[in-house]
C-alpha cells in the first residue's frame, strides 16, 4: 500500500505543479493547454493528478490565482514608491509587469472568466469578493479613499487599454506601442493625482457592483501587465 505523503510533501508536490504550470501557460497561453499538456509539465500520471485536482479547469484557476496574488502582494510592497510621482510609478509598473514569474503576457481576462464558467458557482462568488477585497486594499495601500469617480475612471481606461492591445494592429504596431505607453502614463497620472485628493471623494465604493469590480479588476491585473510588457520590448 502506498505511503500516504505528508502535508508538507503535498505541499512541495503543489508548488512543483504550479511552477511547471506556469512556464507552461508561458509557452501555450491558456486556451490550447491539454490534460495531458499538464501531466507531461508536472511528470504526473492522470490518477495522481485527480488526487490533488478535480479537473484541469480548476486546477489552472489555482495557477493563475496563485499568480495574481503574489503579484498583487509585490504591487501592495511597492506602493510607497508608486505614490512618489508619475515617473516613479511607472519605474515601478515597468519592474513588475516584464517580471518573468508573472503571466501578464500569457493571459487576457476572459481567460479567467472561461475558467470560472466550469467551476462551481461558489468560485465566481469568492472571485467578486477578492476582487472589491483587493481594490480596496490597493486603494488604503495608495493612501486613496476608494470611491465611485476613481474606480470609474480607472475601470474605462483599463477598458480602453484592452482595446488597445488585443486589436489587431491594423494601424501600424509602432502606433500601437505608442498608444499603449501613453495609457499607461494616463493610469499611473491618475492615481498620482488620486493620492493628492485624498479625502474629497465622496462617493462610497460601495455603490459599485461585485460583478464590476471582478471584471475590471482582472482587466486591470492582467491587461495592464501585457500592455507594459508590449511597450517594454518595443
Same mark, same amino acid.
Given at each position: #500500500?502506498?505511503?500516504?505523503?505528508? &502535508?508538507? /510533501?503535498?505541499?512541495?508536490? @503543489?508548488?512543483?505543479?504550479?511552477? *511547471?504550470?506556469? =512556464? ?80 501578464? #503576457?500569457?493571459?487576457?481576462?476572459? &481567460?479567467? /472568466?472561461?475558467?470560472?464558467? @466550469?467551476?462551481?458557482?461558489?468560485? *465566481?462568488?469568492? =472571485? ?102 508590449? =511597450?517594454?520590448?518595443?
Amino acid at each position: #500500500m502506498p505511503r500516504k505523503l505528508t &502535508d508538507a /510533501e503535498v505541499d512541495a508536490q @503543489k508548488e512543483f505543479m504550479y511552477e *511547471r504550470t506556469v =512556464e507552461l501557460i508561458s509557452q501555450k497561453g491558456i486556451s490550447s493547454i491539454t490534460l495531458d499538456d499538464i501531466l507531461d509539465a508536472v511528470q504526473m500520471a492522470k490518477g495522481s493528478f485527480y488526487k490533488y485536482y478535480v479537473s484541469k479547469e480548476l486546477f489552472l484557476y489555482e495557477v493563475i490565482k496563485k499568480n495574481e496574488r503574489v503579484f498583487f502582494d509585490k504591487m501592495i510592497q511597492a506602493a510607497p514608491k508608486i505614490r512618489q510621482n508619475k515617473d516613479s510609478a511607472i519605474e515601478v509598473m515597468r519592474d513588475l509587469f516584464t517580471n518573468k514569474d508573472f503571466l501578464f #503576457m500569457s493571459l487576457l481576462p476572459e &481567460d479567467t /472568466e472561461i475558467l470560472l464558467r @466550469k467551476a462551481p458557482p461558489s468560485y *465566481r462568488k469568492q =472571485e467578486e469578493e477578492k476582487s472589491k477585497n483587493n481594490f480596496i486594499t490597493f486603494c488604503q495601500a495608495m493612501s486613496i479613499v476608494p470611491n465611485e469617480e476613481f474606480f470609474g475612471t480607472l475601470s474605462y481606461l483599463m477598458l480602453a487599454l484592452q482595446a488597445i492591445i488585443t486589436s489587431p494592429g491594423n494601424f501600424g504596431e509602432t502606433g500601437q506601442k505608442k498608444a499603449i505607453l501613453i495609457m499607461m502614463q494616463a493610469i499611473c497620472g491618475l492615481i498620482i493625482e488620486e493620492t493628492k485628493n485624498n479625502g474629497k471623494k465622496k462617493n462610497s465604493i460601495r455603490n459599485c457592483s461585485s460583478t464590476t469590480f471582478g471584471s475590471r479588476l482582472l482587466s486591470w491585473v492582467f491587461v495592464g501587465g501585457c500592455a507594459l510588457s508590449a =511597450e517594454l520590448t518595443v
